[in-house]
Structure formats: structure tokens, C-alpha cells
T-cell receptor, first 115, second 109 residues
Framework: EPEVTQTPSHQVTQMGQEVILRCVPI?????FYWYRQILGQKVEFLVS????????KSEIFDDQFSVERPDGSNFTLKIRSTKLEDSAMYFC?????????????FGPGTRLTVT | GQSLEQPSEVTAVEGAIVQINCTYQ??????LSWYQQHDGGAPTFLSY????GLEETGRFSSFLSRSDSYGYLLLQELQMKDSASYFC??????????FGKGTMLLVSP
């Protein structure tokens, strides 16, 4: 069964450093998303991406964040200058199409620890 | 904006039936989804209701009442592996999901 994959599974970085989180969505899906989940809290929407551009973004997704689909398979989230409060689990997700945003398939996540 | 309320924790025993409630507020309604998340794992899609009534998927069922802005997830024949967090979520148009804070289900022998 196709699945979303994410690398790395765990990333430790120092405050102020740039990190890139990588995702490979399910191949025939059209919508891609990033979410974050701070330990013990709810899953929070960051950004959605469709047709090579950002579709929607939340207030969390400020100028420190950017997304890119550098090729036909990868989808990346870049944090330019990490802060302590960026420590969280970051999930990538994909969905088959715009009419099925209710049904998203999540990757296993990247745990980001900022020290 | 959107908001969802669900209980923080529910406990039940193996073989029992449990209901996890969710009330919501939203300016535009596109349905109500349910996701399961085991500790440290990825959220997994369980069910979706766009219209009033009950949707059944094996041991899991989900119900929606749009007039009451209310839904629930019903888990039957509980198993130990059902111990997890369950989130109701509101799709917003085509491209976002707003999650509730989650209900931790603890299933005991």
C-alpha cells in the first residue's frame, strides 16, 4: 500500500540554524500539507500546496518557513532560523485531490529538537 | 474561525462499546473527519461525514448532526490496540484540516 515517507525521523539542531524536512507524498496525490504537533498537544495546520504553489497557510507559517517541491516526488519544509519553540513533531500529508481534503494520509513525522 | 471540543480522556474495557463526542463551530461546513493517532505515530484517517446520519466502517462508526453541530465516533468490540488518541477534524474548503485537541482512549483488560 502506498504511503507517505519522511526523512529524517529525528533532527536535532541549534537555535538559529536552518533545517530542511523532507517528504515523499503518495505518488498520485495532488495536495500536499505540513502540520506540526507540539508534544501532548493537537495537530496544527501549517501549509497546503497544490499545483506548485501554496494554497493556504496558517498564522504559524511565517516568513521563517518555506515549502518547495524541487522535483516530481519530494516536498520539503524549510525553517530558516530555528527557535526553541519550533521543537515539535512535523508531519507531512497528502490527499488525492481538492475535493478530498477531509481524507489526508500522514507520514510518520520528523521530530525536530531545537537546542 | 473554527473550533472543536471533545473530551480529553475516555476509559473502557475490552469488548465494550465507547462513544467519543465532538462539538464544533465553523463558519463554513464541509464535513467532519475522524483520525486515530497511536502514541508518537502518524494520524490515520478513520471516517468522514458530510451528511447527517451514521457511517459504518467495520468496528468503527461515525455520526453527524449538522443542526446540532455535533458528531461522535463509536467504537465497538474494543480491543487493546484501540488505545490511542482520537481527533475530530474540520476540513476547510479544499485544503486545510483543523483538528480538535484529541480524546485519549484507554482500553483496559
Amino acid at each position: 500500500e502506498p504511503e507517505v515517507t519522511q526523512t529524517p525521523s529525528h533532527q536535532v539542531t541549534q537555535m538559529g540554524q536552518e533545517v530542511i524536512l523532507r517528504c515523499v507524498p503518495i505518488s498520485n496525490h495532488l495536495y500536499f500539507y505540513w502540520y506540526r504537533q507540539i508534544l501532548g498537544q493537537k495537530v496544527e495546520f501549517l501549509v497546503s500546496f497544490y499545483n506548485n504553489e501554496i494554497s493556504e497557510k496558517s498564522e504559524i507559517f511565517d516568513d521563517q518557513f518555506s515549502v518547495e517541491r524541487p522535483d516530481g516526488s519530494n516536498f520539503t519544509l524549510k525553517i530558516r532560523s530555528t527557535k526553541l519553540e519550533d521543537s515539535a513533531m512535523y508531519f507531512c500529508a497528502s490527499s488525492p485531490g481538492p475535493e478530498r481534503a477531509y481524507e489526508q494520509y500522514f507520514g510518520p513525522g520528523t521530530r525536530l529538537t531545537v537546542t | 474561525g473554527q473550533s472543536l471540543e471533545q473530551p480529553s480522556e475516555v476509559t473502557a474495557v475490552e469488548g465494550a462499546i465507547v462513544q467519543i463526542n465532538c462539538t464544533y463551530q465553523t463558519s463554513g461546513f464541509y464535513g467532519l473527519s475522524w483520525y486515530q493517532q497511536h502514541d508518537g505515530g502518524a494520524p490515520t484517517f478513520l471516517s468522514y461525514n458530510a451528511l447527517d446520519g451514521l457511517e459504518e466502517t467495520g468496528r468503527f462508526s461515525s455520526f453527524l448532526s449538522r443542526s446540532d453541530s455535533y458528531g461522535y465516533l463509536l467504537l465497538q468490540e474494543l480491543q487493546m490496540k484501540d488505545s490511542a488518541s482520537y481527533f475530530c477534524a474540520l476540513p476547510s474548503g479544499y485544503s486545510t484540516l483543523t483538528f480538535g485537541k484529541g480524546t485519549m482512549l484507554l482500553v483496559s483488560p
